[in-house]
């Protein structure tokens, strides 16, 4: 697909993040998406570094003519649990420390502006959502009729089969903000989970990652810094040679759905006790059948299985 008149109609909200920084670059770079503009909540990092980076990968890309809204600083019924500068520096860009944007962001707080951007083209904008799930929630709050008027929820979030990466039950994303993700997948409309079961399975080795940092671009000289620490992070943690292409695979999701098998559950999102942000899909035949509190859900499409190999090489021909 190469016409820009068919290519998808994109907001990300994002919390910036390395991987969320390749994520962004391998969108921009791919011509079946529209990046109409990126939304910036916590989580890796403060609302603050996270907004400032969404604008400056975007000035990096050469596309500082695409809005950033400023979203949530926090979860809706918790404590912000604070960045991780472990994984992604102190800055969330692997200590980068990318100069101020000439970009600003928009006046409108981001769960305003998504809705007003999806408003104005019911049922053709895609929502990915890569990090916490409060600004979803707020627009869901406010506006009663936000789920008619997106087309789709892909999210990068979750572990319906697998143990979690934030505690040994969930995975982070979610567990930022488990009251919000809870809404999200209660909502009828269709949400597509791109979570640990399947992007732990994408890694990218150290030829790969040279594949991308070498390319005479801005993006690749910054992917260069921040990969290289987010490489360091997993060497010490997980012994991976290589790191999880979190993100980016739910990016790669909307590029060749082929790619990924999905099963259709019912998931609720756990708010209480050591297995908070959990995210339980009812695995049964659901609808009436299903117990409570999954009787009331709509099915979820859940990624289960990817051609881990066809995900990389995709996102290695394609970022930067």
């Not at 502006?113 to 999806?118: G, S, V």
């Not at 990915?128 to 929630?137: D, K, R, S, W, Y």
């Not at 990218?204 to 070498?214: F, G, Y």
């Not at 409570?292 to 859940?302: E, K, L, N, S």
């Amino acid at each position: 697909m190469s016409s820009a008149a068919a290519a998808r109609p994109v907001i990300i909200d994002t919390d910036p993040g390395i991987d969320d920084a390749l994520a962004v670059f391998l969108a921009l770079a791919s011509p079946e998406l529209e990046v109409i503009g990126l939304t910036s909540v916590y989580g890796n990092v403060s609302i603050e570094a996270t907004t400032h980076n969404a604008l400056c990968l975007l000035e990096l890309a050469g596309r500082g003519d695409i809005p950033v809204a400023r979203g949530a600083a926090g979860p809706m019924a918790s404590a912000y649990r604070g960045a991780i500068p472990h994984i992604h520096g102190d800055d969330g860009q692997g200590n980068a420390n990318l100069a101020a944007p000439a970009a600003v962001p928009q006046a409108a707080a981001a769960h305003d502006w998504m809705y007003a951007r999806a408003a104005a083209a019911p049922g053709q904008v895609t929502l990915m959502a890569l990090g916490p799930l409060t600004n979803l929630a707020l627009a869901l709050q406010r506006y009663p009729d936000f789920p008619a008027v997106v087309r789709e929820i892909v999210l990068m979030g979750g572990n319906a089969l697998c143990p979690g990466n934030a505690s040994p039950a969930a995975e982070a994303n979610i567990f930022n903000d488990p009251e919000a993700a809870d809404l999200v997948f209660a909502q009828d409309w269709p949400v597509t989970m791109i979570g640990l079961d399947i992007t732990r399975k994408v890694v990218l080795r150290p030829a790969d990652v040279d594949a991308i940092v070498s390319r005479d671009t801005a993006p690749a000289r910054h992917l260069s810094t921040a990969l290289g620490f987010y490489q360091s992070f997993f060497a010490s943690t997980n012994r991976l040679d290589g790191l999880f292409a979190h993100d980016p695979t739910a990016v790669a999701y909307l590029l060749d759905e082929s790619l990924f098998n999905l099963s259709r559950w019912p998931v609720c999102v756990e708010t209480e006790g050591i297995s908070r942000g959990k995210t339980w899909p009812y695995v049964g035949a659901g609808g009436d059948e299903a117990p409570q509190p999954w009787r009331q859900r709509p099915p979820v499409a859940v990624a289960t299985e990817v051609d881990a190999a066809a995900v990389v090489r995709l996102i290695v021909e394609r970022t930067c």
